[in-house]
């Protein structure tokens, strides 16, 4: 399949205010591609509607051929959410079993992604004791245990020391190389030379759609922020 997930004029709404200005854009299998851009920019609302829990207005959004949604997707997506996703008052152990008890697996599974995320010497402490960067580990467990075809990650590495980060992000390498779809996302603009693709968006619009070299070979820089300035300098000029 040469698209995973595929977008086409999609346009969201929250209230009065469009969140999403029909947003096209093609994701690869096997690759990580990264949604950069600052907050508030639709980062989130894109990515609910790939999950398939975002009320949208118009157009579509398609994955692994697939409506976003499918009931047959189910047990072929995770995802990690910004806000808490896991059970405070179960340890970081008992929320992955039950996690995979959902899709049929058993405490050795659960127990291995435990492992994989760093949290081996947490397994048996609540969640609601963890620190931030622990917790979102644990969430990161939680979505990884079923082993998915697609990992939607919503800035997985905010509150992480700059060690964890680095292995979380090997970690999602792992992941790419062993044939996972990631989506990550990150206002921290350092992180998308770690993307195999990038989707630069801000105020609900898709301003690039490229390497992180085409990228910065198109601003005429070797520096992924002023990249974007520069990228969304050039669409205020041009009226986009």
């Not at 205010?17 to 949604?35: K, Q």
């Not at 980062?43 to 999950?51: F, G, H, N, S």
């Not at 969640?127 to 939680?142: E, I, K, P, W, Y």
Request: contains cysteine.
């Amino acid at each position: 399949m040469e698209t995973a997930v595929e977008v086409s004029d999609l346009v969201v709404e929250r209230g009065k205010r469009v969140v999403l200005h029909g947003v096209t854009a093609r994701i690869a299998p096997g690759m990580i591609t990264g949604l950069l851009g600052p907050s508030g920019s639709g980062k989130t609302t894109l990515m609910r509607a790939i999950v398939g829990v975002q009320l949208v207005r118009s157009g579509t959004v398609t994955v692994l051929g697939q409506p976003a949604g499918s009931p047959q997707l189910r047990r072929t997506i995770g995802y990690l959410t910004q806000s808490p996703s896991i059970y405070a008052d179960l340890t970081v152990r008992e929320n992955t079993r039950y996690f995979a008890s959902l899709y049929g697996l058993g405490a050795a599974e659960a127990d291995e992604t435990v492992r994989e995320v760093g949290l081996a010497d947490q397994a048996g402490q609540l969640v609601a004791t963890l620190s931030g960067g622990q917790h979102s580990r644990a969430s990161l467990a939680c979505a990884l245990v079923s082993r998915p075809e697609i990992l939607v990650l919503d800035e997985p590495t905010v509150g992480q020391d700059p060690v964890l980060r680095d292995e979380l992000w090997k970690r999602f390498r792992q992941l790419a190389a062993d044939g996972t779809t990631l989506l990550v996302s990150s206002h921290v603009m350092d992180e998308a030379n770690r993307c195999d693709r990038l989707l630069l968006i801000r105020e609900g619009r898709i301003i690039a759609d490229d390497t992180p070299a085409a990228v910065k070979s198109a601003a005429g820089t070797d520096d992924l922020d002023q990249a974007f300035l520069t990228l969304v300098l050039a669409r205020a000029e041009g009226g986009s």
